[in-house]
């Protein structure tokens, strides 16, 4: 794994990470197509690094928002701080429960077999892609319709809305295509959250849930290093910094991009690109990739 591949791949990441298109495809793709897997342990590594420098651009992009919002007084970070904990909650429920079921009915007999083994497999990226993609052009659709009629969005999620958005996400998290950002941004419009703050509070979830995945991948390459005897880790490691911080800047330029996107009303054209990117990455898979 070369330092060009590894900017490369940075710069898709920090790009896709932040637009609802699904960056876990991007980068699964990109690293087909240079001839890389993206199921090894080393991979996965490099792909939760490049997402940690994409969390610290959403905490630099956010951070004057949340404070208004979040942190301009007890009572209010109160508030969302129960909003993030249920959000949260859900997530790890479902998502570990759906990891486990795939876990042990596709990988029955199999020892040692994880959830990520599934993730260089396009045929199943492209179901999900195409399923981001229609959630996010529904949720496009239902914004449009509902623009005019006054009080028909609420500022912040109630903590109804926020266990939906939060089992979104869990739903989210086995599926490399299954865009998280989309998906719970997405839920949040279609339960009636306004689509600003729906942005803001799925990225708080972002911020939140990024530090554990981050750990489980550190510990499953250790375990995978000792099982192949001892292998140095310090090149990966250190590759993986270099990723991260590159994907930092690319993703500050995506969130730009995304709000000016949201709030001009043009959410539904990241859903028919993902419709698209389907289409493509099923034709990838048919060509033998």
Sequence with gaps: MSLLNIIILAIVQGLAELLPVSSSAHVVVAEKLLGLDPSSPPMTLLLVMLHTGTMFAVIVYFWQQWRRTYFQSLPAFKNVAVLVVIATGCTAVIGEVIIKLIEMTAFRGLPHAEIEDLFSHLELIAPALAAAGTLILVAGIFEKRRQGRSGAETRDPTPAQAALIGAVQGLCLPFRGFSRSGATISAGMLAGVAKTRAEAFSFALAVVLTPPVVLREVLRLVHAARAAGGADLAPVA???????????????VALKWLSRWLEGGRWYLFGIYCLVAAAAVEWLHTAGY
Excluded: C, D, I, T
């Design 238 to 252: 250190m590759m993986s910094v270099v990723g991260a911080v590159v994907a930092f800047v690319a993703g500050l």
